[in-house]
């Protein structure tokens, strides 16, 4: 009797499972995906890889929701599509003036979506970002997703992944800035043209160029790998480059609560990449150097705040700043207030290192 | 029954009763109810968690269940325990086996506790050493979340906010789960044992570190709207890690929660049988699977978004009942009897 319930039980054990059982083999393996449009009138663009042609096949369809466009994208395929491997969403910058969470519901709450993967804003239609990756020999999506992480360790994009983006979303103590890209001249490459400011869910229609964005970057004390700086030094008449790199960001804010004051003191310590002067271990010219990029560097930590406070844009999150250690001043409607904030940033650079040349 | 427990084994058994099922998705009524004060309320929660194992502790001989409140609990830990499987078939259901009929999960959990409840005690109550190393992957996976971890997320703390503070410290009962079986298994402890003192305050601790870790991580790894919209917050941050290993770490952990949950339920059983047959009984086996019976279809009435949703929104009240006031109320009057546990 037990004998015969144990074999009746462990035959349930194997049972489960097959109801659920999903091959690649059955399934177009969707890496990358691209939204256009707007709530009831979407186009989806789903990039597989047709491994028998060694390109990547791109399925286009339309319908009313991001989830609708799948369903309709189905129908054109002869396997279903499996977005279990995507790696890059594509939007265009059309879509996103709509709350961005409408067209990311479905990669939330389905589980089988991942949620580790890249977003990207692109200037204009999707279709042709995705259509440049039809002669790929790789997957469509990883060709993004490596662009990106290369992008972010040049810290011009923020390192930002579906996961971090839908917790910013739902804050309005913080707001994103999305990596923007745009077509290269011969349409056969994405460019990193910098990143695209939302307020709330929605764009703002601004973007900060890959020099602001890696200025914005500085200001969140968010440095990647690289962080490079490039300046003209006029020297008795004549112009020599300068490049220097961020090694270290000390960040302090110093807020006063009366007067809706923040002072935001950073010491930025630096290794010249580049100076075909030379001479740096002279005091005069290593301190002109120190003095031209510090000064540099203000005068852009004091455009991008201009830019980010006229967007009501709080990338840096100032207003998760301020209620976690000001509660009083935090108020419900942050974006008005953090417009109506006084930024105050002082920078001070160091130089403390210079290669291997003086 | 006869058996007894060392002290390894009876604090093993209450930290799977304790943790098991619940560990996933407590956090969630937690944080929306108190807010950013959730990791302060769950502190002062633990300690008075702390001075009930203290009372239970100094008082357990004192929990004598005559055939009234023996009925009470046996009903009680049925419909736990039958709550405890919809909810881990609807987990199941959400996550990992969307396809696989209900009543097959069903079927299979409560099978195997048939099974364990069917041989020597000894079986469940060892089971749980199994789930050790297991239970300390879980946590070592977490700590992979801690780049994406906000640390402003845990401030302000609002500690005049009496009515945030009461809202949490009842939603922190989901913590105190099953903890009426410390009375339970107690007396089975070997005689010349000593309890409190040191290895109380050391389980206290283990229990507090492994719950407030889970706590601290939910609340810096989401944003407080968000986390309004995410039922097993620790699965979430599991999937949101990528590892080379593995596509999805969530179904890994999925699995290892779920073995963890059927040794939890296996211990429901256990106490149904310690308890109804610590009566002599005609027909002890045909009981359990009759327990097991109903344990294999009530739970089929619950699996659904909004049942669920009702009994998590309103079990911690039935806890209160069970596992605080209940408890001291015998106590208490078995006190003033002087009526003992023989």
Do not use: F
């Given at each position: 009797m037990y004998r015969k319930g144990i074999m009746l039980l462990l035959s349930m054990l194997l049972l489960a499972g097959c109801w659920d059982e999903r091959l690649y083999k059955n399934?177009?393996?969707?890496t990358l995906v691209g939204v256009d449009g707007y709530i009831g009138a979407y186009k989806g663009y789903y990039a597989y890889p047709n491994t028998a042609a060694q390109q990547n096949e791109v399925i286009e369809a339309d319908g009313i929701s991001p989830r609708d466009v799948r369903n309709q994208a189905n129908l054109k395929v002869e396997q279903t599509l499996d977005l279990s491997e995507l790696s890059t969403i594509l939007v265009s910058d059309q879509t996103v003036?709509?709350?961005?969470?409408d067209i990311l519901d479905i990669y939330f709450r389905d589980p089988q979506n991942p949620i580790s993967i890249k977003i990207a804003v692109t200037e204009g239609d999707v279709k042709p970002f995705i259509e440049l990756?039809?002669?790929?020999?790789?997957g469509a999506g990883g060709y993004y997703e490596r662009f990106m992480e290369s992008t972010e360790e040049n810290t011009i994009f923020p390192k930002l992944d579906l996961q971090t983006v839908g917790s910013m979303l739902f804050e309005q103590t913080i707001d994103i800035a999305l990596p923007y890209i745009q077509l290269s001249e011969d349409k056969k490459h994405a460019v990193a043209a910098g990143v695209a400011l939302f307020s709330g869910q929605t764009f703002t229609g601004t973007i900060l160029t890959p020099k602001q964005s890696l200025t914005m970057l500085l200001l969140m004390n968010q440095p990647s790998k690289q962080a490079r700086m490039s300046y003209m030094w006029k020297h008795d008449g004549k112009s020599m480059p300068i490049t220097a790199d961020v090694i270290h960001i000390k960040r302090q804010w110093t807020v006063n609560e009366e007067l809706k004051r923040i002072d935001m003191d950073y010491l930025i310590e630096v290794e010249i990449e580049e100076f075909a002067h030379d001479h740096l271990y002279k005091d005069p010219v290593f301190k002109e150097v120190q003095q031209l990029i510090q000064d540099h560097v203000q005068g852009e930590f004091e455009e991008v705040l201009r830019i980010l406070q006229g967007q009501q844009s709080d990338t840096l999150g100032i207003g998760r700043y301020i209620r976690a250690y000001h509660p009083k001043m935090f108020?419900?409607?942050w974006p008005a207030i953090y417009a109506s904030l006084q930024l105050v940033p002082s920078v001070q650079v160091k130089i403390i290192r210079t290669g291997v040349l003086r | 029954m006869n058996f007894s427990l060392s002290k390894a084994q009876f604090f093993l058994l209450l930290f799977i009763i304790q943790t098991g099922v619940v560990y996933i998705a407590f956090q969630t009524p937690l944080i929306i109810y108190s807010q950013h004060s959730a990791w302060y309320v769950f502190f002062l929660a633990s300690i008075f968690h702390y001075g009930l194992l203290l009372f239970f502790e100094r008082y357990y001989q004192f929990f004598f269940l005559n055939g009234f409140f023996r009925w009470v609990y046996l009903i009680y830990w049925l419909l736990i325990t039958a709550v405890l499987i919809a909810y881990m078939g609807y987990v199941l259901a959400s996550w990992?086996?969307?396809?696989?009929?209900?009543w097959i999960v069903v079927m299979m959990i409560v099978g195997l506790s048939l099974y364990a409840n069917l041989v020597r005690p000894e079986t469940i109550i060892n089971i749980g050493v199994m789930l050790i190393p297991i239970i300390f992957l879980f946590v070592i996976f977490l700590m992979l979340a801690i780049p994406d971890l906000t640390w402003s997320n845990l401030f302000p703390v609002e500690w005049n906010n009496t009515r945030q503070i009461m809202a949490g410290m009842i939603h922190s009962m989901y913590a105190f789960f099953g903890i009426e079986m410390y009375l339970l298994y107690r007396p089975f402890l070997k005689q010349d044992l000593q309890v409190k003192g040191k290895p109380l305050l050391i389980y206290q601790l283990v229990i507090f570190i492994f719950y407030f870790i889970s706590v601290v991580f939910t609340q810096m790894f989401f944003a407080l709207e968000e986390v309004q919209l995410i039922p097993e917050p620790i699965m979430y941050i599991l999937k949101s890690q990528e590892v080379n290993f593995v596509k999805r770490l969530d179904i890994f952990f999925i699995y290892i929660w779920l073995s963890w949950s059927i040794v939890t339920v296996m211990i429901y059983g256990l106490s149904f049988r310690v308890l109804y047959l610590s009566k002599k009984r005609k027909h002890p086996k045909r009981s359990i699977v009759f327990f097991h019976l109903l344990l294999a279809i009530l739970p089929l009435f619950v699996m659904q978004f909004q049942r669920i949703e009702f009994i998590k929104n309103s079990i911690h009240y039935v806890l209160i009942v069970f596992t605080i006031l209940l408890p001291m109320m015998i106590i208490c009057w078995n006190k003033w009897r002087g009526k003992r546990v023989s």
């Open positions: 399934a177009s393996v969707v003036r709509e709350p961005l969470y990756t039809k002669d790929l020999a790789g108020q419900k409607d | 990992v086996l969307p396809r696989t009929p209900e």
